[in-house]
Each structure stands twice: as structure tokens, then as C-alpha cells.
């Protein structure tokens, strides 16, 4: 009886340490959706470059299934995606990201070589885009 509740006192305090942190500052699920916010921002601003709509959606499922696997539930992942607030950061973090890198609205060419370069580097933000050169 001795061992049953200094196991079941090891669980309790354990417990703590198995909490999900909240979904918005989950790494990998954080960092994958910004390499989305970046590959849209570049095919929005640059006219030689599409978004692989197949492909983003692929990386969308890919991506649910990870959160669901790390336990968070169906609804709390619908409720992040669709978070107007969320995409809102996510647009600007991609754009500081962006500007960085020496994009600025206007400037379409700017946005086509980093676009270019991610293809070409076969990053995940490339791999979600096009070249129409």
C-alpha cells in the first residue's frame, strides 16, 4: 500500500510537467503556420510567384494531426486557425520576417527574390510556392 501511494503521489506531482502549453505558443505548430504567413506574403506581393494551394493544404492536415497527436483537441486547433487575433499576429510576424530580409510593400522584386531564394533552398515556405518565371 506503501509503494500504490508514493506512485500515486510521484503521478500527482508529475501531472503539472504533462500540461499542454497553449496551442499559440507551440513551436512546431507556430513555426510551420509562419512559413505559410510568409510563402502568402511573397505571392501576394510578387507576380512571378503562386501559392501550391495542393501542397499548403497537405501542410495544413499534416500539421492538425500533429496537434491532435500532441493532445490538443479538434476544436481547440479549429478555434486557432479561425482566431482573427491569431492570424493577425501570424501576418506580422511573417512580415517583420519579411522585412528583414529587405522586403517592403511596393516593392515587388524584393519580395520575388526572397521567394526565388526559398525555392530555390527548398524550404518549406518554397516548397508552398511557384515560380512562373
Do not use: H
Request: charged content about 30%; some cysteine.
Amino acid at each position: 500500500m506503501k509503494r500504490f501511494t508514493l506512485t500515486l503521489a510521484a503521478l500527482v506531482i508529475a501531472a503539472p510537467a504533462y500540461a499542454l502549453m497553449p496551442i499559440n505558443e507551440e513551436p512546431m505548430i507556430n513555426n510551420t503556420l509562419l512559413q505559410g504567413f510568409i510563402g502568402d506574403a511573397i505571392a501576394d506581393n510578387c507576380p512571378t510567384i503562386e501559392p501550391r494551394k495542393l501542397r499548403a493544404l497537405g501542410e495544413l492536415n499534416k500539421l492538425r494531426d500533429y496537434a491532435l497527436k500532441q493532445g490538443y483537441s479538434a476544436a481547440e486547433v479549429r478555434a486557432f486557425v479561425t482566431d482573427k487575433a491569431e492570424k493577425a499576429r501570424g501576418k506580422a510576424l511573417a512580415a517583420e520576417w519579411l522585412k528583414e530580409r529587405g522586403a517592403e510593400l511596393g516593392n515587388p522584386d524584393a519580395y520575388c527574390r526572397i521567394g526565388e531564394e526559398e525555392i530555390a533552398k527548398e524550404s518549406l515556405i518554397g516548397y508552398l510556392l511557384r515560380s512562373t518565371k
